[in-house]
């Protein structure tokens, strides 16, 4: 391979990992990312715990009807 060639395909090599490098995720993306479905989960997590207490205490009206 000459080098004219080499260069080449040397340069098509670092566009390449160029790319490649802009789609990767940083640690600040993650940590982000992570706040972002933290924020979505929190509101599911009342709302289950509030079916979970209203199923109990029907399940305790059922044993202990007034």
Same mark, same amino acid.
């Given at each position: ?5 080499? =260069? ?17 995720? !940083? ?5 982000e990312l992570k706040l =972002? ?19 109990? !205490?029907?399940?305790?009206?059922s044993f202990f009807p007034?």
């Amino acid at each position: 391979m000459d080098e004219k060639q080499a =260069e080449a395909f040397s340069e098509a090599i670092k566009e390449v990992q160029d790319s490649q490098l802009q789609e990767l995720a !940083t640690k600040g993306d993650l940590r982000e990312l992570k706040l =972002e479905i933290m924020a979505e989960i929190a509101p599911l997590k009342w709302s289950m715990a509030v079916c979970v207490a209203g199923i109990i !205490t029907l399940i305790l009206q059922s044993f202990f009807p007034h």
